[in-house]
């Protein structure tokens, strides 16, 4: 199998064994400013040569984890965010003519939800719940060992479930979605607005060039400082009834939590955990685990990997 990780910076593929060995990896700069069709001459080109690195035939299939909403099997792309002039681009359509390869396309978190479920922590579960805490919020559900596409492949979009009807606005134009209060940019601004009051001196202090990040706020958590605990305890929470809902609706034997956020660990999780109960129905809770990404910056490589095997066995 081969896999590509679309990135709005860094295009990587890899030759993938059965048994998610990752080999033959080569990255190139997205180039995402020349356009999608030179962005597509770019993965097709970049397919081909770990093909023949790896000695794989034309017949090996091709996943491609694409940072926004994409048609699994025609590859139209709606938009993203990332990637400037893709609207409703026909990026099946444009890899032909440099790949005569089956490929199929998925967004990045329901790329890493299968990636989670075939080479992960999850491997072999059949009902997992995954979710990408980074810039945004995304996600992917497996369900009953087949990940939930929806009609349009569009499903998935875990970080827009509401746990605030009064909450902050959303980048995506509601109200009080998971990602206004987990994502790496709602961390921030928790913590822009802190650090401008007489309790954000050790945020002050991190931000050496005076920008305040979710990185700042971890630096200043891991000192135990008490207003960048209290910033993640909000979000860890926000993030448990997120959860909670995930819990009582899919009934997974595991959440998984990944992406950039994932790493500030124990004081974004712990909240998480201890909100739980409060959100999900006690026999389903029994039933799942909650367990942090194993698989680091390669999870969509290997989502992308799990595409190419069409579904979760
Ligand atoms: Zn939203």
């Given at each position: 199998m081969l896999a590509v990780d679309l990135g709005g910076t860094?295009?990587?593929?890899?030759?993938?064994?059965?048994?998610?060995?990752?080999?033959?990896r080569k990255g190139v700069p997205t180039g995402a400013g020349?356009?999608?069709?030179?962005?597509?001459?770019?993965?097709?080109?970049?397919l081909e040569e770990v093909a023949a690195a790896a000695g794989l035939d034309a017949a090996a299939a091709a996943g491609v984890a694409v940072p926004g909403p994409v048609d699994p099997r025609s590859g139209e792309v709606a938009f993203t965010p990332n990637l400037p002039g893709w609207r409703d681009f026909q990026l099946g359509e444009a890899l032909r003519?440099?790949?005569?390869?089956?490929v199929r396309f998925g967004n990045d978190g329901n790329c890493a939800a299968l990636g989670e479920a075939r080479f992960g922590v999850g491997a072999g579960a059949r009902d997992l719940v995954y979710l990408a805490l980074g810039t945004g919020v995304g996600g992917g559900v497996i369900s009953g060992?087949?990940?939930?596409?929806?009609?349009?492949?569009?499903?998935?979009?875990?970080?827009?479930?509401v746990v605030a009807l009064d909450g902050p606005r959303c980048t995506c134009g509601s109200v009080g979605c998971l990602e206004t209060f987990a994502a790496g940019w709602a961390i921030a601004r928790d913590a822009t607005t802190v650090a401008a009051t007489a309790d954000g001196a050790a945020l002050r202090r991190h931000a050496a060039d005076g920008a305040i990040t979710a990185t700042i706020v971890a630096a200043a958590a891991a000192e135990?400082?008490?207003?960048?605990?209290?910033?993640?305890?909000?979000?860890?929470?926000?993030?448990?009834?997120?959860?909670?809902?995930?819990?009582?609706i899919f009934n997974p034997e595991l959440v998984v939590v990944?992406?950039?956020?994932?790493?500030?660990?124990?004081?974004?999780?712990?909240?998480?955990?201890?909100?739980?109960?409060?959100?999900?129905?006690?026999?389903?809770?029994?039933?799942?685990?909650?367990?942090?990404?194993?698989?680091g910056d390669?999870?969509?490589?290997?989502?992308?990997a799990a595409l190419a095997l069409a579904e979760v066995r």
């Open positions: 860094n295009l990587r593929a890899a030759a993938v064994s059965e048994d998610g060995k990752l080999t033959h020349d356009g999608p069709e030179a962005v597509a001459g770019r993965i097709a080109g970049l003519a440099g790949t005569a390869r089956a060992g087949r990940l939930v596409e929806g009609v349009g492949g569009l499903a998935g979009e875990l970080g827009h479930v135990g400082d008490p207003a960048a605990l209290a910033i993640l305890e909000r979000a860890g929470r926000a993030l448990g009834a997120a959860i909670g809902a995930f819990v009582n990944g992406g950039g956020v994932a790493t500030l660990g124990d004081a974004l999780l712990g909240p998480a955990r201890r909100a739980l109960p409060s959100h999900a129905f006690p026999v389903q809770r029994a039933a799942t685990r909650l367990e942090r990404s194993a698989l390669d999870t969509a490589l290997y989502g992308a």
